[in-house]
T-cell receptor, first 109, second 116 residues
Framework: DAKTTQPNSMESNEEEPVHLPCNHS???????IHWYRQLPSQGPEYVIH???SNVNNRMASLAIAEDRKSSTLILHRATLRDAAVYYC??????????FGTGTRLKVLA | SQTIHQWPATLVQPVGSPLSLECTVE??????LYWYRQAAGRGLQLLFY??????ISSEVPQNLSASRPQDRQFILSSKKLLLSDSGFYLC???????????????FGEGSWLTVV
């Protein structure tokens, strides 16, 4: 199964942009790249997803490398409420969503 | 609207006792259903997924089992709990008609299980 690799933790100052990287060198051509985030004692919530092209929504932007072996989640202006564990995951085939250990983002006031 | 319900929210069980966690989805039909577990300070581990009634795929051999007796009902069970079964259990679903578009997976609120 393809897997993802993320840094264990990152810090950012409030109101500054944050770039969260993810490596997925074994990704296949049909695997979608999804990002979720999880607040303490809650289920993960959807952030953004993409296949080949860069994607933007109200929460974040997703930049996908041309070879699709890595991607970056971009939070344009971090707030204290963005402090969470961010998961980069691959949807493998039609049914399986495999989560890695994620990146714990700390936002400094 | 589509919602997912998971219960109980919290439970404390002695080692060797049985377990039953239940999850139901409303407002949709024939969803894909999932059980994940998260040990303290760890990532999410996929335990089981189901693409239809009575169809269960197990990802990790362990002390747990899953069943799908109805289209929108997914149950996680154990006959005898171990200390290592403690964790945060999450039920999740994907709409059947969204599978081809890479759509999102939706999670319930989770169940905290402490085995003592």
């Amino acid at each position: 199964d393809a897997k993802t690799t993320q840094p264990n933790s990152m810090e950012s100052n409030e109101e500054e942009p944050v770039h969260l990287p993810c490596n997925h060198s074994t990704i296949s051509g049909t695997d979608y790249i999804h990002w979720y985030r999880q607040l303490p004692s809650q289920g993960p919530e959807y952030v953004i997803h993409g296949l080949t092209s860069n994607v933007n929504n109200r929460m974040a932007s997703l930049a996908i490398a041309e070879d699709r072996k890595s991607s970056t989640l971009i939070l344009h202006r971090a707030t204290l409420r963005d402090a969470a564990v961010y998961y980069c995951i691959l949807r493998m085939g039609t049914y399986k969503y495999i989560f890695g250990t994620g990146t714990r983002l700390k936002v400094l006031a | 609207s589509q919602t997912i319900h998971q219960w109980p929210a919290t439970l404390v069980q002695p080692v060797g006792s049985p377990l039953s966690l239940e999850c139901t989805v409303e407002g949709t039909s024939n969803p894909n259903l999932y059980w994940y577990r998260q040990a303290a300070g760890r990532g999410l581990q996929l335990l089981f997924y189901s693409v239809g009634i009575g169809q269960i795929s197990s990802e990790v051999p362990q002390n747990l089992s899953a069943s799908r007796p109805q289209d929108r009902q997914f149950i996680l069970s154990s006959k005898k709990l171990l200390l290592s079964d403690s964790g945060f259990y999450l039920c999740a679903w994907i709409p059947r008609n969204a599978l081809s578009s890479g759509n999102t997976i939706y999670f319930g609120e989770g169940s905290w299980l402490t085995v003592v």
